[in-house]
């Protein structure tokens, strides 16, 4: 496509615009503190299950107390695996500061391409609200930023895709999506936009 062809981008956010930097050593020091002592394995095991849990109820984190909730679920899933019976409200806060995002390679270098071509952009995501913090925390602050808890439902639900391109005020097919999963293909398309596949970088390079 053209940039002449769109009015907006819309990103994902995880494997797209951003990636989790290891939080097994911090998860891991974090429980040893709390006298859960376990191996980064058995760790990385229960991570991977709080992962699984996670994705498919991110949604649900729609404000302060609902999303507390969630990080509280997530943290039992991890503390069931472990085989621990430590309080999960006791570990909420150290769970929560395990997880450091990172800009994926060439993301931010792109994000800078589309705004120079003038065009609107806008993150995409399947993730609770705290997502506008932690793009704020590595310096991407200036997005418009719609989750599937803001819009109620995940992706490939069109809900999401059609609340960012109101926010931004471009019709479907105006728009490109540029994601690294089957639900950012199907969800994209089902809303009468265009896709493209992560890396961004490439996506982006492929706008002559």
């Known amino acids: 496509m053209r940039p002449a062809e769109l009015d907006a981008v819309t990103i ?76 999960p409200a006791a570990f909420v806060d150290g769970f929560v500061s395990a ?12 994000v800078e391409r589309l705004r ?4 609107a952009l806008a993150v995409v995501s399947n993730w609770d609200v705290a997502l506008h913090k932690h793009l704020a925390a590595v310096g991407l602050d200036g997005l418009t930023v719609v989750t599937s808890a803001e819009a109620g439902a995940p992706k490939p639900d069109p809900a999401v895709f059609l609340q960012a391109l109101e926010r931004l005020g471009v019709r479907p097919e105006r728009a490109l999506h540029v994601g690294d999963s089957e639900a950012d293909e199907e969800g994209a398309l089902a809303t009468g936009m265009h896709f493209a596949p992560a890396p961004l970088d490439r996506a982006v390079e492929a706008l002559a």
């Open 12 to 87: 994902d956010a995880y494997g797209t615009l951003v990636g989790l930097a290891d939080p097994v050593p911090a998860l891991t020091a974090g429980l040893r503190a709390l006298g859960v002592e376990r191996d980064a394995a058995a760790v990385e095991r229960a991570f991977a299950k709080e992962v699984a849990y996670y994705r498919e109820r991110s949604h649900e984190g729609r404000d302060d107390a609902t999303l507390y909730a969630l990080r509280r679920e997530c943290v039992a899933v991890i503390l069931s695996e472990l085989g621990s019976d430590l309080d």
């Open 99 to 110: 997880l450091r995002f990172e800009v994926l390679p060439g993301a931010r270098e792109a």
């Open 116 to 119: 120079r071509l003038g065009l």
